[in-house]
């Protein structure tokens, strides 16, 4: 299920500084009912400390955060509709998986019989049927992720917010999360914040991105408006491999995919050398020398019987994206 069209979470002109002058500034961003956004940038741009905002962890200093219409901005973490999965260190070692499960829904006194039956229906949403008695230390960090997923869905938030939950983990799992979360996700309809500085999981997961650059939003749109039409030279660099090629005063943008290669010089056209051919499953990632840049191409594998190391070349851009030398979009 993608977002409807009701305004779950707000965020209204919020600043949140630090003493040191870092922090973020001026953030606005609407987050719909069942709507999965993500938060992502470079390391420092202020991803966790917008989500600790909305979580209660920090109070802000300027504007507003409401949930359902209502202000959470005064509320402690404890009285907020929201639940917030770290990026490690999640469980309590000392109590069992049970345990861990557990807690916030006794604190809810919520009957035994039917924590015990909340509790094995979400174990067996995320995988970990049977793992009750375990304690995190015996399970692997793939494993206590879900755990901490499964304890804070447990608490039935409106707002989930998942702080890089997966960053741990070794490429494989990391992936196999993914699709996890994205199906309990449209199971549940829950709204989630999710933070991440990898945009390949960024463009995985979310209905909308939010790119962000030193504390300030650069562009917020699906992943496809994001990677085809990036509102900046920062955005087009930062998602996917990207060509920027000088032409006059400008700036033109191609991703591989839209660079063509015809075997030949031709007048009037950018000629160069291939100088590396590398296959990567189904397609082959071709880098041309041309001049002083090197240009990067995909093309799909049956293209590539054509093409050979230290073949004279020229290409031509398919769909490109321009820049002006400020790097906004011309
Ligand atoms: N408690 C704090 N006191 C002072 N400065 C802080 C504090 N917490 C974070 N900062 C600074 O605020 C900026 C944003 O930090 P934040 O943790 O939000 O970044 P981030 O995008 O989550 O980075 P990462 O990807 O590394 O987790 C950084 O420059 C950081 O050094
Ligand atoms: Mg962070």
Redesign the pocket.
Known sequence: MKGSNTIKLQIANMDKV???G??VRDISLDVYNGELVTML?P???????ILRTIGGFLTIDKGDITIDGKSIANLPPEKRPTAMVFQSYNLWPHMSIYENLAFGLKLRKIPKDEIARRIEAMLEMVKMTGSQKKYPNQLSGGQQQRIAIARSLLLQPEVLLLD?PFSALDAKIRMQMREELKKIQSELGITIVF?T?DQEEAMAISHRIVVMNKGKFEQIGTPTEIYDNPASKYVASFIGEMNFWKQGENLTAVRPENVKIIPGFQDAAINGTIRTIMILGHYVDVNIQCGEEVIKSFIPRTELTALDVGDKVHVEFGKSNVFSQDGSAV
């Open positions: 630090y003493d040191n870092d922090g940038g390391s420092g741009c202020g991803k966790t400390t890089e933070v500085h």
